[in-house]
């Protein structure tokens, strides 16, 4: 383990964690090296028994957040005309405490928590922020809780945390300790109790809105980092639910010196006097900022009274409410009265010293905040990320009856379906038609069964996102994991289905063919899983994706070569056929089943001619009995398949689509 130190006149040693520097780094630039890393390690030990680091190894002490003068302006593309979402707002949160944005929706909430997290595009933000009085990077030191609840369903509420914890905790912290760490988180967020019970799917009742909110908080802020943002944390939870979330996060901001920033829609009373301080925005301009307690002092000094017994957070958003001004000048007027207002009050001139002074202290010691080059972003090995992904997915699917036994008892159905529709088809040439027909119809029904994988493919994507988006790991270990775990699940998919449809239709009676079924049939799965992933990364919106995906297998279903035989597709759509799965999956089994084959024909009861047997394929001569299965693929124009080839290419088409699955979670991550 290598450390980076830095060097602090007041406090003790900040030490970043960071694998990819080397020691002789380190050593290099600490000309006295031998004494520092001694310290370093009595610190590190220090540090690592209190097990706090954030997710991007940053440092074990408090950070405080400040900010001046920030706005954040966009600009209407049609108007040219230029709107502050955010609007001259300054602030500060110290370590320990728990800062609520509150404001009616549409007042900047989200923007202000976005643009103070560094979420948003750094050239529409104007104005400073500051990390213990520095200019620093937010995005080093802090977590972003999302607003939506990213969590495995089928998995308990432990595992998810425990799962969470493999991923972000470096390889330093032992199993045990990684154990100890996940209880501690599910103590503090009040979990004891749902610990080992499953977060719950439409097909499994689960725990409370409430506890699913805590477990997510809670695989969030494992490693607790210094800075938390929360995004309207309790919304959608009833007020017992939204107190208990809001409470734990207090505890914890107080127990571990967290500096916290939640917006927050309308809290209860309850959860109002649970806040330190207070931002009230209205139209992305502040209106309160300061401590809560003195909110009502300075809102009876601008002449308006709580009443007694009533919520003050409600009588706050009544106050500055303007929805119902049906004259838009003067609902402005109306905000900005009361942001003139702040800006000339006692409670913004305190403010503005209180930023200034933190500024003046730190100027003095001269402390250095974590930027990106003392930071790494992964705990782990591209390889390490993957096996846990990979182990997680597998319990994950093994559990989820849409994502595997659905799926498997659907696949095995509709074998029995085509295994008792075309039973022991036989080898006479009448049949041949309804051999192709099970062979075509095991090929195109299988592929668009795939579609079934995409509500479990949403959710994973989900968990996939807020993990990416807390440095856990990349794309390409979620993407070769996802690409691992489908190759044994497709293989139990394609034996079962040929073990009941394979001998009850009575195809080419060989172990070997049979075996080559399966081989051609998980070739074929491969590509139409591939396919899906890829879609419904593009478009992750259930019905969409949905439609989507059903149309493209409907599309390759056409220019297969049965409904249209390869020599009767129109020029125009050849490309179709060329660049068709499902042509190379139809006829590598097709050619599989029919080479080696013997089919009778029907034999004549006219003795009087010397044709004795009508042959529909073959020789037609009348003096032939039989004809064989080249016969059938040369005369319907299969006439130039080559499994290998074909094989090459099936496994060529799964990459791609897997490539481009990649890049477009890839490209997706430069969106946000
Ligand atoms: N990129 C954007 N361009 C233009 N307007 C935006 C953009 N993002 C948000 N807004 C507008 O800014 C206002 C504040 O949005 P938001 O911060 O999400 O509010 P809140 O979280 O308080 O409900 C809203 O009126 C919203 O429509
Ligand atoms: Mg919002």
Not at 29 to 46: P, S, T, V
Request: glycine fraction near 6%; charged fraction near 20%.
């Amino acid at each position: 383990m290598e450390h980076v130190a830095q060097h602090r006149s007041s406090e003790p040693q900040t030490i970043v964690r960071d694998t990819t520097t080397t020691i002789t780094i380190n050593e290099s630039e600490n000309k006295n090296g031998n004494q520092i890393n001694l310290k370093i390690d009595e610190l590190y030990i220090q540090e690592k028994n209190s097990s706090f680091t954030s997710s991007n190894g940053a440092s074990n002490d408090s950070v405080s957040l400040a900010w001046r003068n920030l706005s954040y302006a966009v600009t209407n593309p049609k108007t040219k005309q230029k709107t502050n979402l955010v609007h001259e707002a300054s602030g500060v949160v110290k370590p320990g405490e728990v800062m609520a944005i509150m404001g009616p929706s549409g007042a900047g909430k989200s923007t202000l928590l976005d643009v103070l997290a560094g979420r948003k595009n750094p050239k529409l933000t104007t104005g400073e922020i500051y990390l213990n009085g520095k200019p620093g990077q937010v995005k080093y030191v802090s977590t972003y809780v999302m607003q939506e609840d990213a969590l495995m369903g089928v998995l308990t509420v432990r595992e998810n945390i425990q799962f969470a914890a493999d991923l972000c905790f470096p390889s330093s912290y032992s199993k045990a300790e990684r154990k100890a760490r996940v209880q501690a988180i599910i103590t503090e967020l009040g979990l004891d109790r749902v610990a080992d019970s499953k977060i719950g799917t439409v097909f499994v009742r689960g725990v409370s809105g409430g506890e699913k909110r805590r477990a997510s908080i809670a695989t969030q802020v494992l490693t607790l980092p210094k800075i938390i943002f929360l995004d309207e944390p309790t919304s959608g939870l009833d007020a017992a639910a939204s107190y208990n979330v809001m409470k734990a996060i207090v505890q914890m901001a107080r127990n571990y010196k967290l500096t916290v920033v939640a917006s927050i829609h309308q809290p209860s009373t309850e959860t109002y006097s649970l806040f330190d301080k207070l931002c009230i925005l209205g139209r992305g301009r502040t209106l309160y900022m300061g401590k809560r307690e003195k909110a009502i002092d300075y809102f009876k000094t601008l002449g308006h009274v709580v009443p007694a017994y009533s919520n003050p957070a409600d009588h706050f958003l009544y106050l500055i409410n303007s929805d119902f001004m049906t004259d838009r000048t003067q609902a402005e007027e109306h905000i900005t009265q009361f942001s003139d207002s702040f800006e000339n009050s006692d409670v913004n001139k305190l403010l503005q010293e209180e930023i200034n002074t933190l500024i003046e202290q730190h100027k003095e010691t001269g402390t250095r905040i974590i930027s990106s080059s003392t930071t790494h972003r992964y705990q782990h090995s591209f390889l390490q990320q993957t096996m846990i992904l990979v182990r997680r997915s597998f319990l994950n699917a093994m559990r989820n009856l849409l994502v595997f036994w659905v799926r498997i008892i659907l696949y095995v159905a509709l074998g029995l379906l085509i295994g008792t529709t075309y039973w022991q088809i036989g080898y006479n040439q009448a049949n041949i038609t309804e051999r192709l027909s099970s062979e075509y119809f095991s090929v195109a029904f299988l592929s668009f069964m795939s579609i079934a994988g995409i509500p479990g493919f949403l959710e994973e994507r989900l968990v996939f996102q807020r993990e990416r988006g807390n440095g856990f790991y990349s794309v390409g270990p979620f993407v070769l994991a996802n690409t691992i775990i489908s190759i044994p699940f497709l293989f139990i998919i394609s034996g079962s289905f040929t073990a009941v449809t394979y001998s009850a239709v009575g195809l080419h009676n060989d172990g070997k063919n049979a075996i080559l079924f399966i081989v051609y049939m998980f070739l074929c799965l491969n590509v139409a899983e591939a396919m899906v992933c890829f879609i419904a990364s593009i478009i992750p919106i259930f019905i969409a994706s949905l439609a989507i995906t059903a149309f493209a297998n409907g599309f390759w279903m056409v220019f297969a070569g049965y409904l249209v035989r390869p020599p009767n597709i129109s020029k125009g759509w050849k490309w179709a056929h060329y660049i068709d799965y499902q042509k190379y999956s139809f006829e590598t089994i097709l050619y599989n089943d029919l080479k080696g084959l013997n089919f009778n024909c029907e034999r004549l009861n006219d003795t009087s001619s010397d044709r004795m047997y009508n042959c529909f394929y073959g020789d037609k001569s009348g003096r032939s009995a039989t004809f064989t299965g080249e016969d059938v693929l040369n005369e319907l124009g299969y006439t130039n398949i080559r499994p290998a080839l074909w094989t090459v290419i099936l496994i060529a088409m799964a990459i791609i689509y897997r490539l481009a699955f990649f890049a477009v979670l890839r490209l997706r991550k430069n969106h946000s």
